[in-house]
């Protein structure tokens, strides 16, 4: 078993940033993998950044490429996302989520490769 709890999410004007942090416990094995998705209304979940834990490669969604960084520390069994020029479309649910495999490239950013889920921190942004 897996639990991830996220936080770190607010209000913001457009062009601020927020970090979200993903605080992790349970079974090392079930998380090689993690990723950031997320849901505004009325829309589907989209997955926005992924890491492979082992070698720390990362892949994005253009939505958020060059905006969005997504990290690790081990030490501390966090992920965060750290997320700059801020526009009001980024404004969502952003979840957290764990996978067992081994996920690189597009693959990183489908829910359905992920099997542990946080609670959601909502994200908004203003114009």
């Known amino acids: 078993q897996v639990q991830l709890v996220e936080s770190g999410g607010g209000s913001v004007q457009a062009g601020g940033s927020l970090r979200l942090s993903c605080a992790a416990s349970g079974d090392t094995y079930s998380r090689r993998s993690m990723g950031w998705f997320r849901q505004g209304p009325g829309k589907e979940r989209e997955g926005v950044a992924g890491?492979?834990?082992?070698?720390?490669?990362?892949y994005y969604s253009d939505s958020v490429k060059g905006r969005f960084t997504i990290s690790h520390d081990s030490a501390k069994n966090t992920v965060y996302l750290q997320m700059n020029g801020l526009k009001p479309e980024d404004t969502a649910m952003y979840y957290c989520a764990a996978s067992g495999f081994r996920l690189i490239g597009p693959v990183s950013l489908n829910s359905q490769n992920f099997y542990y889920w946080g609670q959601g921190t909502q994200v908004t942004v203003s114009s």
């Open positions: 890491i492979y834990i082992s070698d720390s490669r990362t």
